[in-house]
């Protein structure tokens, strides 16, 4: 779908929020750029004007004549998930093509850190800004339609927001993995994801793998839904805890490659064969999946497609150029070794 550029909008002035906080615009102006030369109370007040009409200062793009500082913010969940590096690597690879220079921060899931490194950015004159995922804080939503700074939304289909969106679905995904399971001959299936606050993507797995079990005329019980940090030692904790809630499924979808690769060090840890007596799905085909061994049956992810694409329509807004961005981008099973037939548990019962 085609996004003409809005028009541009008049920017709001700084003697406007002076007008509301009922404070000169030279105590604006130190509230808001040297905060520790004002009062809380002060530097309260002033914040809340600020933000109620929308007031973004300008910092370095302010000096320039063009108002542009060749520079886009990339704002990533966490560092945690190597997934994103990828991504960020052809954001960054496009950027630099046509001069430009890449801001990055990590917001840790937190909606408010994600605001404050927006604000900040685009205080700091970025001309363009990437995001992850289609749920924000409205406020994000407000400061970015404030200032007229244009931005695109990730790992996401174009129609999982009205906003502009690049990525894939993932409902889709976890269809594709549960089907190549049942295609195998599991019946019993467990998964173990990421945190769902500010997660748009793993809910959506979670739904979609909900609904494909249910076409499939199988049950998903909660015991069968662990949740877990992305981190190797959170991941082996998730297994075991699994394990505590009665016998393992037959197959476990991961959440991405980092957590089936915990999956794999628990199962090994403790004499569990893979694939023999439990199959491991994981998601975005790391290089370390391939060189695995048994090697690690996940989806591709079109990673680098997401970076480059992103970048290619900031570049285009900026320069006023209509841009278009396609509805959804493609996945791939990879089939390797971590997937096989499941054990007949009335012989070989699971640990």
């Given at each position: 779908m085609t996004r003409a550029p809005p028009s541009a909008r008049p920017k709001v002035r700084i003697e406007e929020v002076a007008r509301a906080a009922k404070v000169s615009a030279a105590t604006v102006s130190r509230a808001l750029n040297n905060p520790g030369l004002v009062s809380f109370a002060l530097r309260t007040k002033v914040d809340t004007a600020a933000q109620a009409l929308g007031y973004v200062a300008h910092g370095a793009a302010r000096a320039l004549a063009s108002r542009?500082?060749?520079?886009?913010?990339?704002?990533?969940?966490?560092?945690?998930?190597?997934?994103?590096?990828?991504?960020?690597?052809?954001f960054q690879r496009r950027l630099e093509a046509a001069n430009y220079t890449m801001l990055l921060a990590a917001f840790d899931y937190d909606p408010e850190v994600e605001y404050r490194s927006a604000r900040t950015m685009i205080e700091r004159g970025v001309d363009g800004l990437m995001l992850v995922g289609v749920t924000h804080d409205p406020r994000l939503f407000a400061l970015l339609d404030a200032s007229g700074v244009p931005f695109v939304q990730t790992w996401a289909p174009a129609k999982a927001s009205p906003h502009p969106t690049i990525g894939y679905d993932n409902a889709a995904l976890t269809r594709m993995v549960v089907d190549h399971l049942v295609s195998l001959g599991h019946r019993d299936i467990g998964m173990v994801a990421g945190v769902t606050e500010h997660n748009d993507r793993v809910r959506a797995r979670i739904a979609g793998m909900r609904a494909t079990l249910q076409l499939h005329s199988l049950p998903f019980e909660e015991r069968r839904m662990v949740f877990t940090e992305y981190r190797l030692g959170a991941v082996r904790d998730a297994f075991r805890e699994m394990q505590g809630r009665g016998p393992l499924p037959t197959a476990l979808v991961a959440n991405n490659d980092i957590v089936a690769i915990g999956l794999l060090l628990e199962a090994q840890a403790q004499g569990i064969a893979v694939p023999r007596d439990l199959s491991v799905v994981g998601v975005g085909d790391l290089e370390i999946a391939a060189h695995l061994q048994p090697g690690l049956t996940t989806v591709r992810t079109p990673k680098h497609s997401i970076g480059t694409l992103a970048a290619e329509y900031l570049l285009a807004r900026i320069d006023d150029r209509a841009v278009s961005l396609p509805a959804e981008l493609a996945l791939e099973l990879i089939i390797r070794g971590t997937t096989a037939p499941p054990p007949d548990r009335r012989k070989d019962p699971s640990p």
């Open positions: 542009r500082s060749r520079a886009l913010g990339a704002l990533v969940p966490t560092f945690a998930n190597t997934i994103f590096s990828d991504a960020i690597s052809a």
